[in-house]
Every structure is written in C-alpha cells, then in structure tokens.
C-alpha cells in the first residue's frame, strides 16, 4: 500500500534536520569572509559591504555560534538514541566505536589530504598558508588522529573546522563511559552543564551545550506518556517564540550573555522541533537531503575555499569576494559538492567501514531520529 504524500517520516525528526541544516549554513557564510584574507589576515574587509549583508546579517556577525548549536543538537540526539542502549549494555563500546569512526572518519581522513596538499601550493604562490597556519607534521598527526584541539589553545591547522569536531569526540568517550559506568540520571546532565558553563575551555563549551541538548531529548521522551504534553508543547513553543524578541529588545552583546542565552534557549528549542511533521512528500525528502549534507559541508567549505583562491592567484586575478554571483557560485558549488560526496562517498565508506568491522550487531530501536551525520536507511546509531 501506498503511504499518502503527507505522511510524517518516522526515521528522522524534520525540525532538527532543518536546525542542523541551518547552522551548518551559519558556519559556511561566517567562514565566507576567508575569501578576503591574504595568509592569516584579512584585507579590506568591510563586513557591511559583502554580498546580501543586510539579508544575512545574523550569519556574518555571529555564524561561528552554529558551532554551539551543533554541539547541542548532537547532544539531543545522542541522548534520545543511546542513553538506555549504553546504559543497559545492548549497544558495546566497540559499536559505539565503530559507528562514530565510520561516520566522521572517511571525510576528515580524505579533506585534511587534500588541503595538506593545497597548502604548499598556495604557499609557493603567496609566502605565507591560507588563514591557517600551523601546518607541520606535528599538527597533521593530531588531526589525522582527530586530537587536534584537544588542549585549551586552538591548533588553527590544515583543515581548521575539524577542530569542533575534535573537541565533540572526547565528549562522545565521556558520555559512554558514564552512561555505561556511571549513572544515567538527568540531574547528572543538569550538574555538568553547570559545572562546564564557569570552565572557559573548549571541551568544557562543547559538554555544556552536548549536555544540555541530552536534556532537551530526556524532557521529551519523559513527556512523551504525559496527559499534560500538549500543553507543556505549547507552553515551550511560546516560549520559544516569546525569547529571541526579549534579547533582541534589551539588544544583548556581551559574549558571556550569548553564550549562556544559547545555552538556555538552544534545548528549549530542540524540546519544540523534536515532533513529527506531516509535511508534503517532496519537502520532506529535502531537508533529509538538507540534514545529510551537514557534515559534508562543514569539512568540505574550507578545502573549496582555498583551491578557489589558488586558482585565482594562478591566475593573478583578485578574489572578488564582493561580487554577489561569486558568493552564489560559492555556496551553491559548495551545497552541491556536499551532496554529491554524501552519496558517493561518505554513505559508501560508511557501509563498507561497518560491514568489515561488525560482523553482526544490533541496531538501536527505531525512535524517529537518525542521529547526527548518520546515513540515512542505514542503522539508527
């Protein structure tokens, strides 16, 4: 039987792909202004006078933030998918390993190539790397092992984006391992959330906000039986709808304030978009293909990036990041890379990585979220 063209997905939860979607794009229109370095430094950058600023405003001036939200919405996920399968031990740690490295692994592993061999090309031509500039072999071995930020000073090396993803893997061993070894309770989430918010280190930022998401994602299945749900739904939508006029009226600027307004505001939001939509066939199908992109794009941008600006300079032609069609020809190109790599490389890699290091094992129940990068119709872990 034919299921109807607005029926609700049951394997992914719609608002979160479009979250995610949307953060990734934050980052890659923060990172535009990159086009108008020269090595580490910027060079007549006037913020106000790239391309569709007034429209994109919240992305130029605070895009770096989707890095947060990232953090919290891979909390959410993990949270709702993994919490009960570690904690009663149907799910090992050498699954938990083998689905996380052949989820981030093959991409990261294929772009810190590619710009290790980019770099030296861009430094014949300009005497200097492209904005990052710790490119050395001790830096490339900690990124090939994914331990490039794993100290309080930002490596800025090679592939520089890698560095959330970095710091989110030492996050993924803590929340195993206290899941497994520990106690599961939320009021444990609630004690590193506050905890990490007075630490001012990276891995301190990315538990606060991952915690936060989990619990967002453990205040949703925990309402999930309630016969006040809708209620407390709408309570939560009102009041997602009700703060970001508030702090857009008291015009909040402080960095401190921002972080902690999106540390408060993020979950709430995840709490909301975690719901079926029944939406139209077609629209579904794009933000899944929106959500499968993310990770693609993230490692992808800076590596485009700077074979744009080899080219250029090949060509002894001025990057000309004004431009509005360049900025078009940059994003869509980017987008459409992203896609193309999801489906012909990174699903692929994923599928052989688990077939040759699981030979049997047991997928999570089906909870109607796939979680963060994973591939789509493949194991919900």
């Not at 479009?18 to 953060?23: E, I, P, S, T």
């Not at 007034?54 to 001036?61: D, H, I, N, R």
């Not at 800076?302 to 600006?309: G, K, S, T, Y």
Request: with cysteine.
């Amino acid at each position: 039987m034919h299921k109807t063209s607005t029926s609700a997905a049951t394997n992914k939860l719609l608002g979160l792909e479009g979250l995610r979607f949307l953060a990734t794009l934050s980052v890659l229109i923060w990172h535009y202004q990159h086009f108008a370095f020269i090595g580490d430094t910027p060079v007549d950058l006037v913020k106000a006078e790239l391309p569709f600023y007034g429209l994109l405003l919240p992305f130029y001036e605070a895009g770096e933030y989707g890095v947060w939200i990232f953090w919290c919405i891979s909390g959410f996920i993990f949270f709702w998918k993994y919490r009960d399968a570690i904690s009663d031990r149907s799910v090992s740690g050498w699954t938990f390993f083998v689905f996380r490295l052949s989820r981030l692994y093959p991409l990261h592993f294929a772009t810190l190539l590619v710009v290790a061999l980019l770099q030296p090309i861009y430094f014949a031509l300009n005497q200097t790397f492209f904005v990052y500039q710790n490119n050395d072999i001790p830096h490339f071995l900690a990124q090939l092992l994914m331990a490039s930020d794993w100290t309080s000073v930002r490596s800025e090396s090679f592939n520089g984006p890698i560095w959330s993803v970095s710091v989110e893997v030492l996050v993924y061993a803590a929340f195993f391992l206290t899941l497994r070894f520990a106690i599961k309770s939320p009021l444990f989430n609630l004690i590193v959330v506050i905890a990490c918010a007075n630490i001012p280190l990276q891995v301190c930022s990315c538990l606060a906000f991952f915690y936060a998401g989990g619990l967002a994602a453990i205040a949703k299945q925990a309402i999930a039986s309630a016969r006040s749900s809708r209620a407390i739904e709408i309570a939560a939508w009102c009041a997602a709808a009700v703060i970001p006029i508030v702090i857009a009226l008291i015009s909040l600027r402080v960095a401190i304030v921002v972080w902690l307004s999106l540390l408060t505001y993020t979950p709430l939001l995840l709490f909301c978009l975690a719901g079926e939509m029944p939406l139209p066939r077609p629209l579904q199908r794009l933000l899944e293909t929106a959500g499968n992109t993310t990770y693609s794009c993230y490692l992808l941008h800076f590596p485009i990036q700077l074979l744009i600006v080899i080219i250029l300079s090949l060509l002894r032609l001025p990057v000309p990041f004004h431009d509005h069609l360049f900025w078009a020809a940059f994003v869509s190109t980017t987008l459409a890379a992203s896609h193309l790599v999801y489906r012909f490389f990174e699903a692929p890699a994923q599928s052989l990585i688990r077939s040759r290091l699981l030979r049997t094992h047991k997928a999570l129940p089906n909870q109607g979220l796939t979680p963060r990068f994973a591939v789509q119709k493949q194991p919900t872990i």
